[in-house]
Nanobody, 115 residues
Framework: QVQLVESGGGLVQSGGSLRLSCAAS????????MGWYRQAPGKQRELVAS???????NYAGSVKGRFTISRDNAKNTVYLQMNSLKPDDTAVYYC?????????WGQGTQVTVSS
């Protein structure tokens, strides 16, 4: 079993920045993919960015150039640096880890961007 704990959400003005963290604990596999998803009210959950154990990254088109996903394997932690935030980025952000065929989700952290 793997537990994921997110932190770093909050309220920020348009154009501001936030950094989200997702710390994994439990049965940690060295082969994995971790990603950040978000869900706004009335909308489906969508992929924001992902990174795998090789360091390859993938971004949604709406956040390319503004968000950066990174990892610290020693801390089993993935980060999402969010710059130039827009009101459309307002959502609950969830961390997801896929390893050995298992999918784990964090509890989510609220990000609110005011105009």
């Amino acid at each position: 079993q793997v537990q994921l704990v997110e932190s770093g959400g909050g309220l920020v003005q348009s154009g501001g920045s936030l950094r989200l963290s997702c710390a994994a604990s439990g049965r940690i596999s060295v082969i994995y993919t971790m990603g950040w998803y978000r869900q706004a009210p009335g909308k489906q959950r969508e992929l924001v960015a992902s990174i795998n154990s090789s360091g390859s990254t993938n971004y949604a088109g709406s956040v390319k150039g503004r968000f950066t996903i990174s990892r610290d394997n020693a801390k089993n932690t993935v980060y999402l640096q969010m710059n130039s935030l827009k009101p459309d980025d307002t959502a609950v952000y969830y961390c997801r880890r896929v390893a050995q065929g298992n999918v784990y989700w964090g509890q989510g952290t609220q990000v609110t961007v005011s105009s």
